[in-house]
């Protein structure tokens, strides 16, 4: 595992957008999750964006490093056709009675969405503030590459002027190298497992 | 300082409304004017970063829109007229005719943004698709490829414009063209 900073960046300082290249199946995914959920220690936010996965998934993986009652928890959860937006409550019980805010987001608006995310990190109260955006391979399947480029230079814009962190799944094994080399530069630092999943 | 591409192209069949609103623009960006619909898609090219179209002008404003999409300008349209109809609602900001002195200043300085970051949008995207390719390929293709300073730079520029602009015009201008084929 690797984790290159971008150009520019501040070796010192905490990279505020940083793209995960992780295979989608397996356990390297959710570890470097919980790790970079918990980069600046425990949050006082987190904002997930959940597409096929779903909050309570998320929140499953999280369980070991986040303290649901201290911490406030919300999601955009895009539902589509793959997945219903029933199936995003699953987990969501046995959390120590933690109140999660979730927004249903039908289909894959990203204008919907971006305006959630940007309205949640500019009422976030408690931090630091956490995003987690799973993931940009699922995005991939509604929107073309250009598209959720233009739409992910404003999100990491908005992610930094709110002093905010936040990283970005996207599935090694899912998209063509030149994927990759396209979108890494709107982020301050890639974290890349040292060999694919065969 | 003004640059080659945010001309205003102000297209108006009346005297006095055109030199109402060019009178108020010309002091802070280069200035066209076109008397007919005709005259004004005539006048389109890539230095024009905003078009005011006078709703009194005769033809179908649409073509104006179609033009867009069709040669992927990025000009933001300022429909002078009233604020209610299909093209009020296609155009980027209405103005009244009736606040040209009061308003147009402010109206265009915020579609100038939008433009820019729109053109900027695009070159980033472009530049990126290039970074990575060999040698090979970029001399193919007659452009060289974009070295990670070039990038940082660019986006640092980016990132001070949609400073600039609210959340909705930020997701505007970067959702706004999906219409368009990846080039």
Redesign the interface.
Known sequence: MSDEL???VDATETPSNVLCVCPAIGNAKNEHCRDLLTREGPPGTVLGVTVASSPGERMSEWSNVIDPVRTTLSFVDVSHGGRSAAMSADGFGGQNGAIVNVVEVEDVD??RI??EL??QLENAEKGPVVVCLDSLTDLLQF?????L???L??LT??V??ADAIAHYHIDADGHP??TF??????FDATIRPNCRSE | MASTQDAVLVASPEEEQRLSITSVLRDHWPVRIATTLDGALDSLDDSIAVTVIDESIEGAPSDLFAARLENELSFQILWLGASEGPFADRAEAVLDPARVEDQSLTIVDRLQRRARYDRL?TR??E???R???DDEESTAEGKPAAT??E??SL??E??EI??ELD??D???V??GD?QTV??
């Open positions: 971008s150009p520019g990203l204008q971006g305006a940007t309205t929107e073309t590459e250009r598209t480029h233009r739409f230079n404003v814009a908005r930094e002027q190298d030149r080399d396209t979108l890494t530069p709107l | 949008l980033f995207y530049l990126a698709r970074r990575g390719r990670d300073a990038l940082d986006k640092r980016l990132d949609v400073a959340d909705e930020a997701f505007e970067a959702l999906r990846d080039r």
